[in-house]
Every structure is written in C-alpha cells, then in structure tokens.
C-alpha cells in the first residue's frame, strides 16, 4: 500500500484526493495547505471535478510542508500546488526519496523544468507531471487514429479552449493565476492542454505564429496560435476571459483525408467521429476520467507493475517549451521558431 502525501489543498488538491480515494493500492496519508483556514470550504473551479468530503479521519494534516516531509512516512508525494511553487517543493520532494506527481504546467517557463528534470535524474524517486489529457482515452484514441494512418494522413486540427476567468485561488486577495508571473497567463495555465496535445499528436511544429490579447492589467487572456507543419495546417486558441455564465468549453476538429474527428465538451455526445463510409460513431471508452487514469498510471508505474514511465517529465517540459515560444512569437509579432 503506497501512502500518499498530497500538498496544496485547492481545485486541483481535491480533484486528486478524489481519485486516491477509489484505488486500492494507496491511500492519502497526509495533507498539507498553507491555508488551513479553508480546509473544509467548497471549492470552486472550472470543472466540476473537487471532492468537497471534509472528513479527514486518519489523514495527518499539515500546514507547513518543510515538517510534513520531516515527519509524515509518505512513499508519494502529490504536488497540487499554484505553479511557481512546483520546482522547490518537487526537487524537496525528490531529495526527501519520494516518487512525485506534480501538476501542469511543469513550471512557469523551460529553464526550470530543466532544472527539475537533471534534479530527478539523480534522484532515487520518480516525477511524473500530471499532464491530464494524455491520460484520457478519447484523445489516445484520436492519436492511434493518427499514428496508425486507419483515416489517411491529416489534413489539418483545430483546437479551441475557453475557461470562465479562474477567479479561485484568491483567498481574500487577487488571485495567483491573475498575476502572470506566477501562472504564465492564459498560455501556459489553460493553453498549454492544446499546446501539449499537439506535440503529442503531430510532433514538434517546425515554428509558431502567436497572436495575443491583454487585459488593461497586463494579464494574457487569449491567444491564437499557427503552428507551422510541412504537410498540414494546425491552431489553437485559448481564452480564459470568458463571463458567466459561460463556464468552460474544450473542443478540437481533426480532419483526416477519410475522417472528421470532433470533440466539443458543450455536445452531448462530446466525442464524434465521421468516417467517408459508413455511420458517425462515437467509440466506447472504459473510463473517460483523466484524473483518475494518470493517477492509476502513475500509482502502476511507482509500483513497478508498469516499467516505462506513462508520460515522461521530458515531455511535459518539451509542452512548456512549445508555450515559451508561443508566448515570444505573440509579445514580438514574430514567427518563432521551436
Ligand atoms: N489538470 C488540470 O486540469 C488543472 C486544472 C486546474 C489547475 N491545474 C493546475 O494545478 C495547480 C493548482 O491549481 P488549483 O486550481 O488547485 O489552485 P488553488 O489555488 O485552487 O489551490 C492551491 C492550493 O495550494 C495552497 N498553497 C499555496 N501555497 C502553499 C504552500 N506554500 N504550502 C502548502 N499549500 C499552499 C493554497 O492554500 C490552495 O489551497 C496549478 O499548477 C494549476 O495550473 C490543473
């Protein structure tokens, strides 16, 4: 039984203690927020995905995380925590020998993930960065789609994602995700999904052209970006200005020589494909719970029951890296190249 220490108890916090909660082979120990004051609040965030449960029978709760490492004999630590705090408290971790899972994005720009990533080279314990859509089915299936050529090649893909302004996180003052040094902006918080599936899906584009707007307090709210492929047309867009009651919408369009892929969070059902013959269709996944399935990955991988690490840390840095470029392109007006 692998026992876990999750810190930074917020949206993301609750969302992971959710997903602990429905494995067997690990339970959550200890608990660790700077905040205890809103332990059992509810939170919000732009999903319904938080387990708001507040009873916290046989869980350590701490505030500081210097003495929950000290003292709590976790085996995982799970870093839920605002960005800027992932790198010191992932490399601590890693120093402390535990496995670690921390959230997107890796960090708020490339040179520190490079950091972390020769920092858990030599440690003893393994990182994982809980980039949740390589976890879902409904997008692994899309890039068997693509890497098995079943459609043809692609033609071109379509991303767009739109969050209502992430107001959580503010605890009485501005919220952290509103100051960009802090959460990289639209971009890199809420972006950096597309931006990452992309690189998943297609391989690094050769370069970017990224246009952005600002908000009168110098916040990156939306961004639209080409990414510039020989042999097909790729964009996103990201906008987390969105007022309420428009919530969330996530979706993408992947049109193959013999297919149209569609997803859109807004449809019921979200997941369409069309294929030159026969009938849309929307497949059967077992589980389309991303949260939980990257959790269940990396529970396997700590376990040994899975050898290879599910989704490489490099990897999450290379998606990093892909937004540092982005983000160049729309401050210069110039295409970026990766
Ligand atoms: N994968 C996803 O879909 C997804 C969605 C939202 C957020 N995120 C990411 O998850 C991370 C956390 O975001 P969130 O929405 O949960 O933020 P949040 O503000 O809701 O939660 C952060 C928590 O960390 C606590 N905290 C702050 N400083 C601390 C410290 N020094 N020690 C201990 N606790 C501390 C805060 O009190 C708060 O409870 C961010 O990196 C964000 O980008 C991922």
Redesign the pocket.
């Known amino acids: 039984m692998k026992k876990v220490a999750i ?7 609750r ?1 992971h203690y959710g997903s602990w909660k429905k494995l067997k082979g690990a339970k959550v120990v200890a608990i ?4 205890l004051a ?1 332990l059992r609040n509810k ?1 919000k ?3 319904d995905t938080a387990d708001d449960s507040t009873d916290f029978t046989g869980i350590a709760i701490y ?3 210097a003495k929950m490492l000290a003292e709590c004999p976790c085996d995982i630590v799970d870093v ?4 800027p ?2 790198p010191v ?1 992932v490399k601590a971790a890693l120093a402390a020998g535990k496995d670690v899972l921390s ?3 890796m960090a708020v720009d490339t040179k520190t993930c490079d950091a972390m990533l020769a920092c858990s080279r030599k440690a003893k314990g393994k990182l994982m960065i ?3 859509l390589r976890f879902s089915e409904m997008h692994a299936y899309v890039k068997n789609l693509i890497d098995s050529g079943r459609c043809g090649k692609v033609i071109s893909a379509d991303f767009t994602r739109v969050s209502m302004t ?1 107001g ?2 503010a ?1 009485g003052g501005k ?3 509103l100051d960009e040094a802090k ?1 990289g902006g639209v971009a890199l ?1 809420l972006h950096i ?1 597309d931006a990452d599936l992309v690189n998943w899906w297609f391989g690094r584009p050769d370069a970017v052209s990224s246009r952005a707007h600002r908000r009168a307090d110098g916040v990156m709210d939306h961004i639209a970006t080409s990414y510039i492929y020989p042999d097909k047309v790729v964009s996103a867009v990201g906008n987390w200005g969105a007022v309420q009651p428009f919530v969330f919408e996530a979706s993408f369009r992947v049109m193959f020589e013999k297919a149209v892929v569609v997803c859109d969070t807004r449809r019921s059902p979200t997941f369409m494909v069309y294929p030159e013959k026969g009938k849309p269709f929307t497949p059967r996944f077992r589980s389309d719970d991303p ?1 939980l399935n990257e959790i269940k990955a990396f529970l396997a991988w700590t376990t040994g029951r899975t050898p290879k690490c599910p989704f490489p840390a490099s990897e999450a840095r290379d998606s990093v890296a892909l937004v540092d470029a982005e983000k160049k392109s729309a401050n210069t007006g110039k295409v970026v190249r990766t």
Do not use: I, R
């Open positions: 810190v930074g108890f917020g949206f993301m916090g969302t660790c927020d700077s905040n809103q939170v965030g732009n999903h505030e500081d995380f839920t925590l605002p960005t705090l992932h408290m959230e997107k994005p809980a980039q949740c992430p959580w996180g605890q919220s952290w995700f959460s918080d999904h949260y």
